[in-house]
């Protein structure tokens, strides 16, 4: 069965801009969750979508937010982006959030410059 | 809140041989899931071996196998039989089992070289 699918798989914008990423969970699974990568912070949970709800929020400024659609995909939105915000997103998905292992796309490089 | 750490920024081992990832976890819950991730150049998060903190026994797949420690609260990974393939970033994950929801604690992360 297909996997978990980021798109893009690469961005650059400038400081100031908005950006969307996209990602669609393998079938059947109803959780989605973000997370941050970088050298400096290392992994970070962004937040968690189920059935469209908004289940948990880490610690990230408003700037940062997302939804999740019937189909369960779901697509996250940094607004006035900073250079601090350049990183690797991931985005993970899950039967119902439970523990048994999450299924990880292959990220969104986002570059600010 | 919970904290994970690996200790172990780097770790080469040669093929063929036996090499032990350490990680180490604060949390004041009692039931939990732990989890060991392996990131390769791809940059896909691969799971690679679970273990449900109610359960004594060591969770094993495979080469992989866990040693997990609850009153220490350690979760070391050993990896048998090193193959090139497994040259990756490898990652410790904490899930409280207490709370709804998927959110995973991750530790800093071990970059293993594995050496022909």
């Known amino acids: 069965k297909a996997g978990v699918t980021q798109t893009p798989r690469y961005l650059i914008k400038t400081r100031g801009q908005q950006v969307t990423l996209s990602c669609s969970p393998i079938?059947?699974?109803?959780?989605v969750s973000w997370y941050q990568q970088t050298p400096g912070q290392g992994l970070q949970f962004l937040f968690e979508?189920?059935?469209?709800?908004?289940?948990n929020k880490g610690n990230f400024p408003g700037r940062f937010s997302g939804r999740q659609f019937s189909n369960s995909r779901s697509e996250m939105n940094v607004s006035t982006l900073e250079l601090g915000d350049s990183a690797l997103y991931l985005c993970?998905?899950?039967?119902?959030?439970?523990?048994?292992?999450?299924?990880f796309g292959s990220g969104t490089r986002l570059t600010v410059v | 809140a919970q904290t994970v750490t690996q200790s172990q920024p780097e770790m080469s081992v040669q093929e063929a041989e036996t090499v032990t990832l350490s990680c180490t976890y604060d949390?004041?819950?009692?039931?939990?899931?732990l989890f060991w991730y392996k990131q390769p150049p791809s940059r896909q998060m691969i799971l690679v071996i679970r273990?449900?903190?109610?359960?004594?026994q060591n969770a094993t797949e495979n080469r992989f196998s866990v040693n997990f420690q609850k009153a220490a609260k350690s979760f070391s990974l050993k990896i048998s039989d090193s193959q090139l393939g497994d040259a990756a970033m490898y990652f410790c994950?904490?899930?409280?089992?207490?709370?709804?929801?998927?959110?995973?604690?991750f530790g800093e992360g071990t970059q293993l070289t594995v050496n022909p």
């Open positions: 993970a998905s899950n039967i119902a959030g439970n523990d048994y292992g999450y299924t």
């Open positions: 079938s059947g699974h109803r959780s």
């Open positions: 273990q449900e903190a109610y359960k004594q």
């Open positions: 979508y189920f059935s469209e709800t908004q289940r």
């Open positions: 994950a904490y899930r409280s089992a207490g709370t709804s929801g998927s959110r995973l604690t």
């Open positions: 949390t004041s819950e009692s039931d939990y899931y």
